[in-house]
């Protein structure tokens, strides 16, 4: 039986997109890198552990449903999830960037 072609295409592009939304993030990151520390509140770092298992949730159920590269599904799900645990706990640009989105969300009006 052979894989559709649509699953390696799809889960290829899929994760060309967030590995290179993470280098565009550490890249970022690096530049943005300002002496100092922010220490983050109860309220932003419940955004950032529901965000992680929110997502984490959806990457795996992703890789779990795709026919592409069979075999290498435990390389995928632990490359995704340190990637994602990169992410969300230690790359600060993407954090005050993720938690700005977030408050914005919850500020809107309807």
């Not at 590995?19 to 530049?31: E, K, L, Q, S, T």
Request: proline fraction near 2%; hydrophobic fraction near 50%; include cysteine.
């Amino acid at each position: 039986m052979s894989i559709p072609q649509t699953d390696c295409l799809v889960f290829s592009a899929v994760h060309l997109a967030f590995f290179g939304f993470i280098a565009y993030a550490v890249v970022h990151d690096w530049r943005w890198n300002r002496p100092g520390k922010i220490v983050r509140g109860e309220v932003s770092q419940k955004y950032l552990y529901v965000t992680y298992g929110f997502v984490s949730v959806i990457l795996m159920q992703f890789i779990q449903v795709s026919e592409a590269f069979q075999g290498h599904k435990v390389l995928f799900s632990v490359a995704d999830l340190g990637a994602l645990f990169y992410l969300i706990f230690f790359n600060g640009w993407f954090r005050n960037w993720l938690i700005g989105k977030l408050s914005a969300w919850k500020q809107r009006s309807e």
